[in-house]
């Protein structure tokens, strides 16, 4: 099995940046289909942003032109950079197999942006 560890998450300004880092722990984890989603309390957990292989990176709407994902193949780190950050972009952020969400979700790393 293979489980998923998030980090680099906190407390920001709107107006600012974060970078989240994903790793995992297990055999079977492959960094070429990964995505990153995002839940707040009382709604469901949606997709942020996904990777392929041999594809260009996806965005939701509400993030495209501010995030950036990426992953690091020597470190076998899935990243998201996070620019420009609105309040509404405050949640639980999480990362996991794309398209199919196989791997043990973690912990997530909470992002609030506030003033």
């Known amino acids: 099995q293979v489980q998923v560890e998030e980090s680099g998450g906190g407390l920001v300004q709107p107006g600012g940046s974060l970078r989240l880092s994903c790793a995992a722990s297990?055999?079977?984890?492959?960094?070429?289909?990964m995505a990153w989603y995002r839940q707040v309390p009382g709604k469901q957990r949606e997709l942020v942003a996904s990777?392929?292989?041999?594809?260009?990176?996806n965005y939701a709407d509400s993030v495209k032109g501010r995030f950036t994902i990426s992953r690091d193949v020597v470190k076998k780190t899935v990243n998201l950079q996070m620019n420009n950050l609105k309040p509404e972009d405050t949640a639980v952020y999480y990362c996991n197999r794309f398209p199919t969400t196989t791997y043990n979700w973690g912990q997530g790393t909470q992002v609030i942006v506030s003033s």
């Open positions: 297990g055999n079977g984890f492959s960094i070429y289909a």
């Open positions: 990777i392929i292989s041999g594809g260009s990176p």
